[in-house]
């Protein structure tokens, strides 16, 4: 969509779009408050492992994903929800 807007714009999407919200991404812990340092040290290996939602019904398998990894402090961080 990005690369679209920017090049073709008058002449596709012009009359197709009127508005596009882009949201930066993101992780839905659903317990509240998660400061920058641990954000920076936790996102990357959820994006890695394909992780977008804690405590979902697949917790258990994402759980071990993470773990599987070479970073035991997100698998620590992880562990606690």
Known sequence: MFYGLTQKEDTYFADKVAKAIFLAPCIYSGTGFMDLE???????????????????????????????????EVCDYAGEF
Not at 41 to 70: M, T
Request: hydrophobic share 30%; glycine share 6%.
């Open 38 to 72: 641990t954000y920076l040290e936790v996102y990357p290996v959820f994006r890695d492992k394909g992780v977008n939602v804690i405590q979902d019904s697949n917790w258990e398998s994402s759980l071990k994903e993470i773990c599987s990894g070479d970073t035991p």
